[in-house]
């Protein structure tokens, strides 16, 4: 939802890093490219001529996911962690981040604050909801 949510706001190109091939499958027609490859880093380096992504969304809240979020956003840009984070002793690099002028927000979704965008989006079929669910379970 966060890269339907990015291209429906503007965002000229969303690429997707994931370690699992069936969510990068899953992500492709939604509008998001593929991250291919053992070093996502380099992949994404590659894909943006060498600049580095403008901005980084982490949906997964794992500290290799987290950590490559922060450090493969380019200078000066931004990287956002929504995913959400067990880990009770994540090593934030502090000088990097300077070095990098990062801004990096963190948090859950504000939904009193997100809930009435999304659903203008919606009714405006700029996205559809329904195209991120992959699984259905019974109530059972």
Request: with cysteine; charged share 20%; aromatic share 4%.
């Amino acid at each position: 939802m966060a890269a339907r949510s990015a291209s429906a706001m503007g965002t000229a190109r969303v690429l997707g890093a994931d370690l699992v091939a069936e969510r990068r499958a899953f992500a492709a027609p939604l509008g998001v490219e593929p991250v291919e490859g053992a070093d996502a880093k380099a992949a994404v380096r590659e894909m943006t001529g060498g600049r580095g992504p403008d901005a980084m969304v982490e949906a997964v809240g794992s500290d290799t996911t987290i950590e490559l979020a922060l450090k493969d956003v380019r200078q000066a840009w931004r990287g956002s962690v929504i995913g959400v984070s067990q880990s009770k002793a994540f090593p934030f690099h502090m000088g990097l981040a300077l070095i990098k002028e990062l801004e990096s927000p963190v948090g859950l979704c504000s939904v009193h604050y997100e809930l009435h965008p999304l659903i203008a989006l919606a009714q405006a079929s700029r996205i559809k909801p329904e195209a991120v669910v992959s699984h259905c379970f019974p109530l059972s």
